[in-house]
Each structure stands twice: as C-alpha cells, then as structure tokens.
C-alpha cells in the first residue's frame, strides 16, 4: 500500500452575502491506495466541501484559505482549472447522490460513457471505444450491456444509472473515487448491491475510495477506516473497528448511540442535545463543546488536538488528554449483545 | 401511428375554430368602433353626398343588413377566396396586401432571425461568464434597452441618424424613384430592423441566460467534470443541446410578440408593410382589410403555438418515449 | 385487540399514464389499524405506500375498494360530505419534505394556528398565539421562534412545526409520510422519541410510512410490508423481524444496513426474485395477528 492522497492542515471557505461560512477547517488526512475511507457526518458537517476542495470543484465562492493537497506526492493545492482537467478522471473522478440527475437525460447512456472514455483516449478508433465502453458496463454489472446503451437515462432504473455513473467515473481509470452519497437516493436492496460492487472495483483495480456518507450502515458495510467530521474539523478517525467497537469523541459515541438499530425496545433513543452550530462565525474552542455533556472548561477555549489512541486511531478530545478526568462515554452501552 | 393522425386532426379542428372565433369576433368589434366606413371609400367627398346618395352607397357596401346577416355573407365570399375589396384603397383586399406583405417579411423575418441569432449567442455567452463583468454590463445593458418603449425608441433613432446625422433615412422602404435599388431598400429597413432586434433581443437572451445556468448547475455537469470533459465540450455538447427545445418553443411562441412589435415600428416609420395597413385600416373603417389582416395574424400565432407544441414533444426524448412507455415514478 | 378506527377493504388504485398506459399503485391492499396503535408501512420506492397515503387522507379516490375511518366510508362521497368536519380536524398528515409543507411566507405562530382558524375552533388556551405558543413547547421548540419564517429554521425545527401543526387539532389518526428520512441521524433520533412520547400521551393512532426498515423496528406497533402495490405481509413488529414469512419481506430485512461492520459484512443480501414468488393469492395467518400473503390463501388482516 502506497499513500496516494495527503491532505495537511485544509481549511476552505465560502464567502456568502451573510459572510464567510468555514466549510472545512484544519482537516488532516490521508489515504492509502485500495482502501475505502468513509467521510461520516451530518448535513453541513463540511464533508462534501472537502471532497469537492480534493477534487477543486469548489464554486467561484469558495476559496482554499489554508493547508496544502498532495496527491501521489505532488502538491496540487495551487494546480488552476486547465491543471486539473489533465488530472480530472486519470487521477480521481467522482459519483455522486443521485444518479437520476447525474446523466444527461437526453444522450443514451452508451454515448455519455464513450464520451469519458474519449477524454482520456481521444484518438480511439470507434470499434476500440465501443469494445472499452462494453467492458466498463460489464465491469459495473450492468447485465445486456450492448442493449443498455442505446437507452435514454430515463427508461433505466435508479441501481442501474448509477452503475452507468460508475462506468463513466471508472473510464478513466482513477486512482481516487469520490463517492458522494452513491446510494442515498437507493432502494435499500440496490443499495447493498451498489456498495458491494464498489468494494470490488476497489479491490480489483486498487482504486481508493472516499465514501462519504450520513447513513452508519453503508460505512460499515463498506468502509476500511473512517473519519468523523463535525462543523468542519474531522474529530475522530481510525479503522471501522476503532469506530464502531471504541469510539472515542463524545459526538461520535453520541451518533451511533441514537441510532434507532441500538436502541432497547421500549426505551426512548439517546439524543445527542443541541443542534450543530451554523459555520459562520463559529464559536472559539471545540465546536462540539455546547453540546457535549462531558465538557471540560478547556473545551471553550482552545480547540482540541487530535490524540493519538493507538497506531490507527485518532480523536481530537480534550477528554483524551490525560490530564482529563475519566469518564465512560458509553454509560448506556453502544453494543447491545 | 394513429395517435400522430389523431393529434394532426386535433390541432387542425383547434385552428379552424379558433380562426371561426376570431373572424365573428373581429366582425362585431369593427363594427362597434365609432366612424364612418363610407369616409374611408369616398375620402371628403363623403361630406358632399345627398342623404339619398350616401343611402345608396351604404346599401351597396351591404352596410344596412343586420350583422349576421352581414358575417354569413362575408363567410361565403371568404370561403370562396373572395375577401372582398378595401374601402380605402378600392381593390380587392388580397391584392392590396400582397403587394405590401414582402416588406413586412422582410422586416419581421430577418428581425425575428437576428433577435434569436443575437439571443442565442448572448445567452450562451453570459452563461458561459456568469458573474463576470461582461455577463453583468450585458445583463445591465438589457435590463435598460428591454424597458424602452419602441415607439419612443424609433423616434430617438430617426431623430439621431434621420434628421441629426443624416445617415440612414427614417421613412419609407425606398426612396422616390429607387424602388429597384437593393441597396436603398437595405438602409431603409436598418432603422426600423434595429428597433425590432433591440426591443425584442434581451428579454430572450436573458431567458436563454438562465436556462443555460439551470443546465450549467446540472448533476451531470459536475460528473462530466470530474472525470476531465472540456467546459467548453459540456457546454456545447450537452447544456446547450439540452436548451434547444425551450430555444425553439420560445422561438415559436415569440412569432406573434415580434409581429406586434413590428406593426408599431412600421407605423412609427411609415413604412408600407402590413402593419402600417392594418392600423390604417383600424383607422378608417376599412371592415374588409381589417378582417383579412387580423385572421392573417391570427393565424400565424395559432399556428405558431401549434409548431411550438409539437415541437417540444417531439424534440426531447422523455416525451417522445411517454407515448410508448412508463416513465412516470409512481409512488 | 382493541377497536378498529381505520379499516383498509381490498383498496386498490390505478394511475393513468396515458391512454395506453396505467399502474397499478394498489393492488387489493386490506388491513386494520387499532386505536392508539402505531401501524408501520414499510417498502421501496414506488410500491404504492404514499398513494395509501393519500388514500387514507382523501387526497385521492380510490379506483375501488372501501375505508373505513371511525366506521365512516371515506371512499364514499356523500359519507365524507356528511362528516367533513370530524374527518378534516380528527385525520392529519405531516410530510417527508418539511421544507415544502410550510408556507416560506407565513410566520411559525401562524402556521401552527392556521388549521385552527380555518375549523373555526375556539382556542382553549384564550388566543390563537397562545395556543401555538403552547404546541411548540409540546414539540420541544423555544416560543421565541414563534415569529420566525420557516426558512430560517432548520430541518429538524421544520419537522417539528409540522408536527405541532398537525397536533394541533388533537387528531385521532396521524398519518406521516416519510417524516424523518430527510433528517440527520441525531435530529431524527429526537423526532422519533417526540413521536413516541406524544403517542404515548395523546393516544392518537399513527399511520407511519417509511422505508428505513430501523426506524419501523423502533418506532412501531404493527407492520405491514408492501410491493408493487400489494402488500404481502403484516406482522407484529417483533415478530415481523424474527420470522418473516414472505421472501420479499426476507430479502427487504436482510438488505437493511446494519450498523456494525463485522456482523455486516459477514451478511450477503438475499435477492428478491418475483419469478420465484408471484405476488398473487391472499393474506393468510400463519400464527396470530401475522398474516402472509399466499397462493390461494384467503383471511382478512
């Protein structure tokens, strides 16, 4: 495994006309080659900003404030549009969450793959293109591939247009694939399918994979390592075991703990209090601090730093620093049974 | 195969009722109209005419029947193709246009094709820049032209390149004595030709504007991008394709907004085309002429409307498909 | 089992597409919900939940099949005539988009009083203001966003002035489409207890549709599982996830994501195939209360 994406020290924001909104701020991560890494977090959170500030698909509003993106050891963070593009779909590309409207809907979809496929290989012959355009519908399990493309985005069903999002995504063979909500807008059946299929295009080609997502039960369907984002900081993050078996930020414990699959019958959910700040002008020290029960004084003042708990695993708590009292976050048990 | 023949005899029952609509409406309203129908025929001399005589030429006119009566004898020359004769100009109706609808085409149709042709490219260019300076001075630009009424505009332009400049004439379609001159037509029709595109021209490149935007801010733009199309390949090969069918029914349905417009600027200009005709012939009384040029009109928009619908069907996949299968997500 | 107060007789629905085209959005669906139950639909997209919905609300007419609301026809013009008044206040419907069932122009204090005024009900708690005051402090929400525009709130807040709104009119039968799928997962944790704690205190009988099957498991009583406009299984709820009977019902629990990597993982979705199992036949009870739907099989649930 070789790391192919190095994010260090992030920080974007939007101007707006109510001011500037701190999308992502001081976010550190990397990735490694074939590993699925799952953004988590709330509607807000910042998480979609970061993947569209990796891919520099941020609107004019946006600007990279701070920190530096490096990708397979080259810093891109100054790279301008006409850079990207070389990178755009050889390097990463991305689907998104609803495959309804991520099509054309008046071009057949064998068209709309050929169309990436010539992207990267534009002096292709066209019996090569439609060979390459076959395979990648095969390869994303579209079943009567050769029929598929000449069918209008509208008569195929949601599973299969994001199979078709997938193929175009895959066309040009990306190292990273930003998944922005693959199966939000999914049935549930299709959705186990679709993210199935992702970890075994991940593994048989090796692409790295950002899952980002809201929804625990995708991230640990399909997730290697996780990172937990709130109001725009990433504020645990380790392997799917570290998360789900021993979570250690309050908020993270607190997500899964409302969770309705954990909840004893009977017995109301465990709600974390509050609602997440907005991200203009947010408050000075842990964001999460107004919300979290354990909060230290600390918690109001200086923002935390990330604490390592093992080789994999990291939380930014002050409940972490030992000089920290001790608590037990779970006092209602995450794991039933 | 059937449901297309059924769909052309529907429309086609919808045009000739709405022109049968038309016609009875047009011929009551006329008529209701204060003035003197004979005053158009006989000019001044109408003052001089005995009591007995005007008696007798508005029985010859057919102006004592009732006005069914009146109308069902109208419909039976119309449908025969005889429209009548002008009051105003004592030839047949049919001729009196003909002779004056080239200008009218003329003006309105290479109006209507610059206005959309400047439309489109404005349109397209503003969305390919939003935001910028240019997108914004043009947007401004609009705004301000779009508002100004045209009679007012027309007047401002001869004033400036008629009277003050003296370099293009300001009424007329040709100078006395050059009607075969094509160069002397040209600059006669400039003026007026400016009036219609600048009148017209903004308001539709703004609509293109933001249909374009709507495209542009599409899901499947983002994907494009991602995976390394050219802006310029999204935007032509897919946002722009994707506008044409709301391009083209705005096209359609703006035929009869320009033909408005071109009537006044016509006016305004004196220029002999049909819409000088038509306000003369609401003018003066001139019931034939005026039944002619509102059922012409009136069918030109009809008809345009129908185009516009069948258009729009028959352009976009999804409602080409609509008729064969389901596509609606039925919840 | 207590007293029926809705009653669902062989309803079926059919959208026309196009003169050669219909769909079939219901198919037959029968089944009772008791008062002060909390009766789950569960299914995906498209298999005829939210056109029950509507039904159940005389949103739409049913192509044929009887309701029965408090003993009322409902599917019968001159019965709903008869009783407007009870079914409009007594039946209320909150929506999945919270964002599009509040009128962006009226304040909060309005929206909540605004079913109140219509019905010509005179305030108990003195005036209108007071009383959404009063349902917004039921729901959990500050009387200082009384004069708020829906807008400026957020998506949970929404959902919980929807709520008020409908509670207002003390209704006897809640009908929720979808209430909490648009929420994030710490909002919908605390608009689910809402619900359950107000059930638990109002009594009223709740017809809850969603497709997040943790959410059924949690929130409801009784569940009914529907596709392509049958439904093919109604259980209750402890039981519906411990021995489903039907293979759509299987292969709909084995899809449900679990939040737990090494029990997930080591689960291979079961595939619903309709061949294998034809939608048709009857509702049959295959033990007490859970009824499957089964070839040739014929039982009222």
């Given at each position: 495994m070789s790391e192919i994406l190095q994010v260090k020290n992030l920080s974007v924001s939007f101007f707006t006309p109510h001011g500037e909104v701190e999308a992502v701020r001081d976010v550190t991560f990397s990735l490694q080659s074939g590993e699925v890494l799952a953004v988590v977090g709330e509607s807000g959170c910042g998480k979609t900003a970061l993947c569209k500030s990796i891919m520099k698909l941020l609107p004019d509003?946006?600007?990279?404030?701070?920190?530096?993106?490096?990708?397979?050891?080259?810093?891109?963070?100054?790279?301008?549009?006409?850079?990207?593009?070389?990178?755009?779909?050889?390097?990463?590309?991305?689907?998104?969450?609803?495959?309804?409207?991520?099509?054309?809907?008046?071009?057949?979809?064998?068209?709309?793959?050929?169309?990436?496929?010539?992207?990267?290989?534009?002096r292709m012959d066209k019996e090569a293109v439609r060979r390459r355009v076959l395979e990648l519908m095969t390869l994303?399990?579209?079943?009567?591939?050769?029929?598929?493309?000449?069918?209008?985005?509208?008569?195929?069903?949601?599973?299969?247009?994001?199979?078709?999002?997938?193929a175009i995504a895959l066309a040009g063979e990306p190292q990273i694939l930003f998944a922005d909500e693959p199966t939000t807008a999914l049935d549930v059946t299709v959705q186990a399918q679709i993210l199935d299929l992702l970890r075994e295009i991940q593994q048989r080609l090796g692409t790295a994979t950002v899952l980002v997502t809201h929804d625990f039960g995708v991230v640990a369907r399909a997730a290697d390592r996780v990172a937990v984002m709130y109001a725009g900081r990433i504020?645990?993050?380790?392997?799917?075991?570290?998360?789900?078996?021993?979570?250690?930020?309050?908020?993270?414990?607190g997500l899964l703990r409302s969770l309705p699959y954990f909840a004893a019958p009977g017995e109301p959910l465990y709600t974390v209090p509050g609602m997440p700040p907005t991200m203009i002008d947010p408050p000075p020290g842990d964001a999460f601090a107004p919300r979290n029960v354990y909060a230290l004084e600390i918690d109001y003042q200086e923002a935390p730093p990330m604490f390592q708990i093992s080789d994999t695993h990291f939380a930014a708590a002050w409940l972490l620093d030992p000089r920290a009292p001790r608590v037990d976050l779970r006092a209602g048990g995450v794991r039933r049974g | 195969?059937?449901?297309?023949?059924?769909?052309?005899?529907?429309?086609?029952?919808?045009?000739?009722?709405?022109?049968?609509?038309?016609?009875?409406?047009?011929?009551?309203?006329?008529?209701?109209?204060?003035?003197?129908?004979?005053?158009?025929?006989?000019?001044?001399?109408?003052?001089?005419?005995?009591?007995?005589?005007?008696?007798?030429?508005?029985?010859?006119?057919?102006?004592?029947?009732?006005?069914?009566?009146?109308?069902?004898?109208?419909?039976?020359?119309?449908?025969?193709?005889?429209?009548?004769i002008s009051f105003q100009y004592k030839r047949p109706v049919v001729e009196v246009i003909g002779g004056r609808i080239g200008n009218t085409l003329a003006l309105g149709g290479i109006g209507f094709a610059l206005t959309f042709a400047l439309a489109l490219l404005l349109g397209v260019f503003c969305a390919g820049h939003e935001d910028t300076f240019l997108d914004k001075l043009i947007c401004k630009v609009g705004t301000v032209t779009g508002c100004i009424p045209e009679f007012w505009l027309s007047l401002v332009l001869i004033l400036i390149f008629d009277i003050y400049l003296g370099l293009l004439p300001g009424s007329g379609a040709y100078s006395v004595g050059k009607a075969d001159d094509l160069g002397d037509r040209a600059a006669h029709l400039l003026l007026p030709l400016a009036v219609v595109?600048?009148?017209?021209?903004?308001?539709?490149?703004?609509?293109?504007?933001?249909?374009?935007?709507?495209?542009?801010?599409?899901?499947?733009?983002?994907?494009?991008?991602?995976?390394?199309?050219?802006d310029r390949k999204i935007?032509?090969?897919?946002?722009?394709?994707?506008?044409?069918?709301?391009?083209?029914?705005?096209?359609?349905?703006?035929?009869?907004?320009?033909?408005?417009?071109?009537?006044?600027?016509?006016?305004?200009?004196?220029?002999?085309?049909?819409?000088?005709?038509?306000?003369?012939?609401?003018?003066?009384?001139?019931?034939?002429?005026?039944?002619?040029?509102?059922?012409?009109?009136?069918?030109?928009?009809?008809?345009?409307?129908?185009?516009?619908q069948t258009v729009n069907a028959r352009i976009d996949p999804r409602g080409r498909a609509a008729e064969t299968e389901v596509t609606a997500d039925v919840r | 089992m207590g007293e029926n107060l809705l009653e669902v007789r062989r309803l079926s629905h059919t959208y026309t597409v196009n003169r050669h085209m219909t769909v079939k959005a219901l198919d037959d669906v029968s089944f009772s919900i008791n008062k002060g139950e909390?009766?789950?639909?569960?299914?995906?997209?498209?298999?005829?939940?939210?056109?029950?919905?509507?039904?159940?609300?005389?949103?739409?007419?049913?192509?044929?099949?009887?309701?029965?609301?408090?003993?009322?026809?409902?599917?019968?013009?001159?019965?709903?005539?008869?009783?407007?008044?009870?079914?409009q206040t007594s039946r209320q419907l909150i929506f999945q988009d919270s964002v599009s069932g509040l009128n962006p122009r009226m304040r909060v204090a309005d929206i909540i009083a605004e079913p109140m005024q219509l019905h010509r009900i005179r305030p108990p708690r003195g005036s209108y203001r007071a009383e959404a005051e009063f349902q917004m402090r039921h729901v959990g929400l500050d009387a200082s966003y009384l004069d708020k525009y829906p807008p400026e709130l957020s998506g949970g807040m929404r959902q919980r002035v929807a709520i008020a709104r409908a509670l207002s009119m003390e209704p006897s039968l809640l009908v929720a489409d979808e209430p909490v799928a648009s929420l994030d997962v710490s909002i919908q944790a605390q608009i689910l207890n809402l619900f359950r704690h107000l059930q638990?205190?109002?009594?009223?009988?709740f017809l809850f549709i969603a497709h997040d099957l943790s959410v059924v498991k949690y929130l409801c009583d009784r569940v009914a599982v529907m596709i392509s406009g049958k439904l093919v299984e109604v259980a209750p709820v402890a039981e519906l996830f411990s021995d489903p009977r039907h293979p759509y019902t299987k292969a709909l629990l084995s899809a449900m994501p679990i939040p737990d990597p090494r029990l997930e993982r080591s689960r291979t979705p079961t595939v619903f195939d309709p061949a294998a199992a034809p939608l048709t036949g009857a509702l049959t009870e295959v033990s007490p209360a859970h009824f499957v739907l089964t070839e040739g099989g014929a039982a009222d649930a």
């Open positions: 509003t946006a600007r990279i404030k701070s920190g530096s993106i490096a990708v397979c050891g080259a810093d891109i963070t100054d790279y301008t549009d006409r850079d990207m593009r070389k990178l755009r779909g050889r390097l990463y590309s991305m689907i998104l969450q609803n495959p309804m409207t991520a099509l054309d809907p008046t071009v057949p979809v064998g068209r709309q793959v050929a169309e990436a496929v010539l992207v990267h290989h534009p994303v399990g579209l079943d009567n591939a050769q029929a598929r493309c000449q069918q209008y985005p509208h008569s195929l069903s949601g599973g299969m247009l994001q199979r078709c999002v997938l504020v645990e993050i380790g392997t799917a075991e570290d998360i789900f078996y021993d979570p250690r930020h309050p908020y993270t414990v | 195969m059937r449901s297309r023949v059924f769909t052309l005899g529907k429309n086609l029952l919808i045009f000739a009722l709405s022109l049968a609509i038309l016609s009875v409406a047009v011929f009551y309203v006329a008529r209701l109209a204060p003035g003197d129908p004979l005053a158009s025929y006989y000019g001044s001399r109408v003052e001089k005419l005995t009591p007995e005589a005007r008696f007798a030429a508005e029985e010859r006119l057919g102006l004592h029947d009732p006005i069914i009566v009146q109308y069902f004898k109208w419909l039976r020359g119309a449908l025969r193709g005889d429209f009548g595109v600048l009148g017209h021209l903004w308001y539709y490149a703004y609509m293109i504007r933001n249909r374009m935007l709507e495209e542009i801010r599409a899901d499947y733009v983002l994907l494009a991008k991602s995976v390394g199309l050219p935007l032509f090969r897919h946002c722009l394709r994707n506008c044409m069918p709301t391009y083209l029914s705005i096209m359609a349905i703006s035929v009869p907004h320009i033909i408005g417009g071109t009537y006044i600027v016509e006016t305004v200009f004196s220029y002999p085309g049909v819409g000088t005709l038509s306000y003369e012939s609401a003018r003066y009384q001139d019931y034939n002429m005026l039944m002619v040029l509102t059922l012409l009109t009136g069918a030109v928009v009809i008809l345009c409307n129908l185009v516009a | 909390i009766f789950g639909v569960v299914g995906e997209s498209g298999c005829g939940k939210s056109t029950l919905a509507r039904c159940v609300m005389n949103l739409l007419r049913p192509t044929a099949g009887e309701i029965f609301y408090q003993g009322i026809n409902i599917s019968d013009k001159k019965q709903v005539r008869a009783n407007r008044p009870l079914l638990a205190e109002h009594g009223f009988t």
